[in-house]
C-alpha cells in the first residue's frame, strides 16, 4: 500500500498476469440504492466536521460545496486548505455511520455477480471510500468473496487521488495490470466520474440513475434524474440504467450462458 489510492492486500495475488477485461462497480449508491439515505446520513457527518473546524453552519455547507465540486471529494479540499488528519475525518465521517441498520443484503445482487462469467472477466470495485469504509459495505452485502480488487482513496497518503481526477483511473488499471482501456466496463451514479472514465478510453460504461429518488452531493440535496444525459444516451457509449439487473441486458457478453 505505497500509493494513492490502493487496493486491499487479500486481492493482490490475483493481479499478476491476467488478460481478461475489468469490470469496475463503484460501490457507495450504486451497489446499494440511494433510498438507504447513507448520502444524507454521511453529508450531515460532514458538515458537522466543517462546523468542528470553527465555520458558520452557512460557511460550512458552501465549503462543502465547493470542495465536493472542485475536488470530487470534500475530503480532498479539507486536506489541501486545512490542518486536518484525514484518518480522523474517516472516523467521525463514514466509521460513524451504523451501516448495519441502513442497508441490507439482497439476493438479487449477490445471484448478479454470481452470473458473471470469471473465465471471460475480472470483478473490481472503484470506490472513493476509503478502504474500512469500502470492506464493511460489501461484507454486509455479501458481496465480498465475489470481488477480485478493490481499489479505493487511500488517506494515509498525502495528496491521495479520487474519482474524477484521470491519475486515479490511471492507477486503478496499473493495480489491475492492465493497460488496454477499452478493455474496462464500468458502472457508477456518478455521470462526472463516467465523464472521467471515458476520458481515460474506457469504452465501456455505464450510468447508474434511480431516477425520481433522493440523493445528498456536497451537503446539498437533490433529485436523482437524466438531466446531465438526456439526449445522449445510444450517442457517447453511455447506457443508463436504473437497477443493476439491466447490466444483463447491456453487457451480455460478461455473463454466464
Known sequence: MSSPGSISSFTCSRTLVDGRPVVWFDIDNTLYSASSRISHAMGERIHAYFVKLGLSHEEASELHLKYYTQYGLALRGLTRHHDIDPLDFDRQCDGSLPLENMI???PRTRKLFEDIDRSK???????NAYRSHAER???ILKLDDLIDGLVYCDYEVKDFSCKPEPEFYQLA???ANISDPSKCYFVDDSRGNIN???A???AKCVHFCEKGLEAMEG???KQINHEKVAGLEGTDGVDVITTLDELRDVWPEIFKR
Open 104 to 106: 441490507n443484503f439482497d
Open 121 to 127: 472477466v475480472r470483478v473490481w470495485g472503484l470506490t
Open 137 to 139: 459495505v460489501l461484507r
Open 173 to 175: 488499471m496499473k493495480k
Open 196 to 198: 472521467g472514465a471515458r
Open 200 to 202: 481515460q478510453g474506457w
Open 219 to 221: 451537503g446539498r440535496t
